[in-house]
């Protein structure tokens, strides 16, 4: 079993690049709708994605095994349950921070288990699905920052 590996350069902190993956704000402003994460070894980490219409996609559960700030996040037993298709068990990843030249590089190195079929189709999906996620947090972090926030239609404003 191949490792999935992909990187990226960012203009950032290794700190405001962790903090991405690590807090619960962070998280809803450029990868998902619902997030939540237990910061430090034995939390829960889970990210969560709806279609337009507010129904489920995706959920994303594991538990963080190593949590330290600024330089490394790895999350083990993960559960990827999307709503059509087979769930996927045994999923890892390790997040790593580096300052490079005043940037930080952010590598991660996804562990996909040999398992049948729907893991090897998933191996295929995993290298682009990081790269655009990759693509989406360089933006978020380089650009001018803004806090995504879905509203429902007929609640009221504040």
């Known amino acids: 079993m191949e490792n999935v590996v992909r990187s990226v350069s960012i203009e950032t902190s290794t700190s405001d690049a962790f903090d991405a993956f690590t807090r619960v704000g962070e998280l809803l402003s450029w990868w998902c709708e619902g997030a939540l994460?237990?910061?430090?070894?034995?939390?829960?980490?889970?990210?969560?994605?709806?279609?337009?219409?507010?129904?489920t996609q995706a959920t994303i559960m594991g538990k963080i095994e190593t949590y330290e700030p600024g330089h490394l996040l790895a999350v083990r037993d993960i559960s990827y349950e999307r709503r059509s298709g087979q769930p996927l068990e045994g999923l890892s990843f390790l997040l790593t921070f580096v300052e490079r030249d005043g940037k930080c590089l952010v590598t991660v190195e996804q562990a996909i288990p040999d398992a049948g079929p729907a893991y090897d189709a998933y191996r295929g999906e995993a290298g682009s699905g990081w790269e655009e996620r990759f693509a989406d947090l360089k933006r978020y972090l380089e650009g001018p920052r803004s806090r995504r926030v879905l509203v429902e239609a007929g609640l009221p404003e504040n």
């Open 37 to 55: 994460v237990g910061r430090r070894p034995g939390g829960n980490w889970a990210v969560g994605f709806t279609d337009d219409r507010g129904g």
